[in-house]
C-alpha cells in the first residue's frame, strides 16, 4: 500500500480547490493550477482536506495513487522551486515556464 498515498493533502488558508471530474483546481494568492487524474484513482475534496483513493488493487492504481496525491500536494504547497534553484553556471534546477537563466562563463585554465 501506498504510504504516501494514504496522507490527505491539507489546504491552508486562503486556498480553494474545486472538482470536476477527474480535473482539480487549485486556487490560491499566487495563481491557479489544474491537474487531471487518470481514472485508476478517486479524488475527494471535503472541508479543507483533499482526499485521493485508488479505485482497484491493481499494480497501475496503486503507482497512480501515490503520484496524484503528490501532484495535487506539490500545486497547494509553492515552495518547489526552493528544493533546486537554476543554477547560473550549468542551469540545471527547476525554472518557471518560459524563464530564461543567464549562463555565467566559467573557469579559464
Known amino acids: 500500500m501506498s504510504r504516501i498515498g494514504k496522507q490527505p493533502v491539507e489546504l491552508p488558508s ?14 490560491g494568492p499566487k495563481g491557479t493550477q489544474s491537474f487531471t487524474a487518470t481514472d485508476d484513482v478517486t ?5 479543507n482536506v483533499i482526499k485521493v483513493d485508488p479505485r482497484g488493487k491493481s499494480k497501475r492504481a496503486r503507482q497512480q495513487w501515490g ?4 501532484m495535487v500536494a506539490n500545486m497547494v504547497h509553492a515552495n518547489i ?11 540545471k534546477g527547476i525554472r518557471y515556464k518560459g524563464e530564461y537563466i ?7 585554465k
Open 14 to 27: 486562503g486556498v480553494t480547490a474545486s472538482l470536476s471530474g477527474q480535473t482539480i483546481e487549485v486556487k
Open 67 to 70: 503520484m496524484s496525491r503528490t
Open 43 to 47: 479524488i475527494s475534496v471535503e472541508d
Open 81 to 91: 522551486r526552493d528544493w533546486r534553484r537554476p543554477a547560473p553556471y550549468k542551469g
Open 102 to 108: 543567464f549562463q555565467k562563463e566559467g573557469k579559464k
